[in-house]
Structure formats: structure tokens, C-alpha cells
């Protein structure tokens, strides 16, 4: 008899409107039934202002559902406090932009959420700040601000303060915005490390999901896709059936130029 291995939901969304954050009276996405698990990498596509950042900052559990609800390891977000401090420490976001600090040096900004949580000083904090910085190839701008960074080394400076928890679930708010085709082919690479088992992570695979406005430069055969289109989440499934697909707002997103695949 052969065993049944049980894959828990890492994200679960059932009926779930989402808000948007500029506003939280109003839903951007309706009825929402979606569930990401453990070591999958989901690419969600949508026209600007069509609720991707909303959609991730609610499976992150910063933003609540209006209706319906939404787990993250199993924990409801409704219900999320101190005692499930453990469970959104899990998930690591990046932010679109990065919405690195300002004021403070890429290592300082990297740093942050390592001395916030753990409650340890700068110094205990930089050895491990070190060797991410250098594993993101961030070292030689690591005293610099995030002003005087080109627009990839500020991409990688975000991630790295996501990755500096060793998150289990990462989300990543359109992070392929603004960069060149190298700079992208990088990421996608350095993302498919993380989802496959990086030494960062001890070799455990991550599961991610990437919000994007153009499907092409993420296209694999082992992703999951899914899109949103008035105010509708639509889940894909495989590359194949995005290319399949008929839906007018697919066929937009996968218009636009090629850019880079891996």
C-alpha cells in the first residue's frame, strides 16, 4: 500500500475579498479561493492597479480580508498577535520599489528586521549581514544608501532584508520592475536557488510567489500562474495553460515583449 503524503497549504484563501490598502472600503479582488503549498512558486499576472500588491500583502497577513478568510500556516490572519509572532515571522515580502529606509546604509537597512526581532546589537547583527550581503553580491555597496544605488543593487538589497530571517514563504511584489534583461536573468536564477533548496536555507526549498505585469520572462515548465482581471482571481496552472488559455486578459499579458525566460 502505498503512502499518502499530506502537502499543507503554506497560503489558503477561501471567498476572501481583498481590500486595497489606499483605501481598505474598497475590494479590489472578489471571492478569492486559492491555496499555495509548501515548495510551490506561483507567478500571479495583472494589469497595473488590479490588486497584485493588495493580494499579497493579505497571503503576507498584513492586509485582513474584507470577507471571507485567509490562513498563512495554518493560522487565520483575522486572529494573528503575539502568539503567532513564529508563524508571520515564516514569510518574508519584498516590497515593490524595495521600500528600503532612506536614511539608513544597505547594511543597516538589511539588518533591521534581524536586531528588531531577535533584539541584538549591530555587531552580533553584521557577520551574518556580512555573508548575505556577499552572497547577493551587495558588499562593496553595503555603506552606500539606497538613493545612490542603481535600480538592481536596490532589488537585491530588499531581497536581502526579506531573506535575512530565513523566511519559509517568500512573496515578492513585481520584482522584475525596472531592471535589464541581465539583471532579471540573475534574479530568476537566484529565485529558482531559493525555491529549489539555496544553502542559505539548509537546503530546504522555499515556496514563493511573484507578482508580475507580463508573463513571458517567467515562464517554466514547474511554476503555477494564475491572473487577475476585474476584480477576479483566476488560477492557471502550469505554463501550458497559460499559453492555452483564451481569456483576453492572458493573451494581453503574454503581448508583451519577450524580455528574458528562464
Known amino acids: 500500500m502505498n503512502e499518502i503524503i499530506f502537502n499543507p497549504a503554506v497560503v489558503e484563501m477561501r471567498e476572501a475579498s481583498v481590500s486595497a490598502l489606499r483605501d481598505t472600503t474598497l475590494a479590489v479582488l ?6 499555495v503549498l509548501s515548495g510551490e512558486f506561483w507567478v500571479v499576472a495583472g494589469q497595473p ?28 490572519t483575522n486572529a494573528f498577535g503575539e502568539a503567532q509572532l513564529a508563524e508571520r515571522l515564516r514569510v518574508g515580502l519584498v516590497f515593490a520599489g524595495g521600500q528600503l529606509f532612506s536614511q539608513l546604509t544597505v547594511a543597516e537597512n538589511v539588518a533591521l528586521p534581524l536586531r528588531y526581532q531577535k533584539n541584538i546589537s549591530a555587531a552580533e547583527a553584521a557577520p551574518v549581514v556580512a555573508a548575505l ?7 562593496p555597496f553595503a555603506d552606500r544608501t539606497p538613493a545612490n544605488l542603481a535600480a538592481q543593487w536596490r532589488s537585491r538589497a530588499a531581497l536581502a532584508r526579506a531573506l535575512i530571517l530565513k523566511p519559509e514563504l517568500l512573496l515578492l ?16 536564477g537566484f529565485l529558482d536557488q531559493l525555491w529549489h533548496g539555496h544553502e542559505w536555507l539548509g537546503g530546504q ?12 520572462p517567467w515562464r517554466h515548465a514547474q511554476r503555477k500562474f494564475a491572473v487577475l482581471d476585474e476584480k477576479k482571481f483566476s488560477a492557471l496552472g502550469a505554463w501550458s495553460e497559460v499559453e492555452a488559455a483564451r481569456s483576453p486578459a492572458v493573451k494581453e499579458l503574454l503581448a508583451e515583449p519577450a524580455g528574458t525566460t528562464m
Open 49 to 76: 492597479q488590479s490588486g497584485k500588491s493588495d493580494l499579497l500583502l493579505t497571503a503576507a497577513g498584513l492586509l485582513l480580508p474584507a470577507r471571507g478568510s485567509c490562513h498563512v500556516f495554518g493560522c487565520e
Open 133 to 139: 550581503l556577499e552572497m547577493l553580491e551587495l558588499t
Open 173 to 188: 511584489d513585481n520584482p522584475l520592475a525596472g531592471l535589464g534583461t541581465r539583471a532579471s536573468q540573475w534574479l530568476l
Open 30 to 35: 472578489e471571492n478569492v479561493n486559492w491555496s
Open 205 to 216: 526549498p522555499m515556496t514563493l510567489v511573484a507578482s508580475t505585469d507580463v508573463f513571458r
